[in-house]
């Protein structure tokens, strides 16, 4: 009796239509897909996906693949097809360096999505991500100064459609605009290449 494919992960059907909604009409490259199984719920909504990975002990893949995956590490799987790919999608990458040479070879003009645990330090060993390594985390983790930094842009335009006096607002935000910008380059200079399109999804 044939068993059926192993399933590492609970991917609700909502997560992968709204991951699919982001998705659709794009050539998305996955790396560390296992077995297959979120390439094959996204191309069941329609997603032209290629899914790779190093097959391992944990992933299932001896008990069946839901999804034809190419057996590739996530620098070669970049290396081979990022020039036919428009975005670089992780589920959940193994705690290496992998990732993060993956995101500096795939470069800061296109989108990364990533789907898995990243780090929350206030949270003490509870926070701790299972998921790549430091190093990934901290070269694309941008979102916190995107996120100020188009608050800051939204209390601008705010600002001067309102009129009257708003010298000292301005100022203000105008500094924290800077601060901001110099956080990212910073985070830039250490990793040669940042994903500014990066996407983290629940």
Same mark, same amino acid.
């Given at each position: 009796m /044939?068993?059926?494919p192993f399933a590492?992960?609970n991917?609700?059907?909502?997560?992968?239509?709204?991951?699919a909604?982001?998705l659709?009409g794009q050539r998305?490259l996955e790396v560390?897909?296992?077995?297959g199984?979120?390439a094959a719920?996204?191309a069941?909504h329609?997603?032209d996906?290629?899914?790779?990975?190093?097959?391992?002990?944990?992933?299932?893949?001896?008990r069946?693949?839901?999804?034809?995956?190419e057996?590739?590490d996530?620098v !070669?799987?970049?290396?081979?097809?990022?020039?036919?790919?428009?975005i670089? #999608?992780?589920?959940?990458?193994?705690?290496?360096?992998?990732a993060a040479?993956?995101?500096?070879?795939w470069? =800061?003009?296109r !989108?990364?999505v990533?789907?898995?645990?990243i780090p929350?330090?206030?949270?003490?060993? !509870?926070?701790l991500?299972?998921?790549a390594t %430091?190093?990934?985390?901290e070269?694309t %983790?941008?979102?916190?100064?995107?996120t100020? #930094?188009?608050s800051?842009l939204d209390e601008?335009e !705010?600002?001067?459609a309102?009129?009257g006096?708003?010298?000292?607002r #301005?100022?203000?935000?105008?500094q924290?605009?800077?601060?901001?910008a110099?956080?990212?380059g910073?985070? =830039?200079a250490?990793?040669s290449?940042? =994903?500014?399109?990066w996407? /983290?999804?629940?």
């Amino acid at each position: 009796m /044939q068993r059926e494919p192993f399933a590492y992960g609970n991917f609700s059907p909502g997560f992968v239509r709204s991951l699919a909604g982001r998705l659709r009409g794009q050539r998305v490259l996955e790396v560390f897909a296992g077995n297959g199984l979120l390439a094959a719920r996204l191309a069941a909504h329609g997603v032209d996906i290629r899914a790779t990975s190093l097959f391992a002990g944990h992933d299932g893949h001896e008990r069946g693949m839901h999804h034809p995956v190419e057996q590739l590490d996530a620098v !070669a799987a970049v290396g081979r097809y990022g020039d036919v790919s428009d975005i670089l #999608l992780m589920s959940w990458p193994t705690v290496t360096e992998a990732a993060a040479r993956a995101v500096l070879e795939w470069g =800061s003009e296109r !989108a990364v999505v990533f789907v898995g645990e990243i780090p929350r330090p206030e949270w003490g060993m !509870a926070g701790l991500s299972g998921c790549a390594t %430091d190093l990934f985390h901290e070269i694309t %983790d941008v979102v916190e100064e995107l996120t100020r #930094l188009r608050s800051h842009l939204d209390e601008i335009e !705010a600002l001067v459609a309102k009129g009257g006096e708003i010298g000292k607002r #301005l100022d203000f935000l105008i500094q924290e605009l800077h601060r901001e910008a110099n956080t990212l380059g910073s985070k =830039s200079a250490r990793s040669s290449a940042v =994903s500014m399109h990066w996407h /983290q999804l629940p």
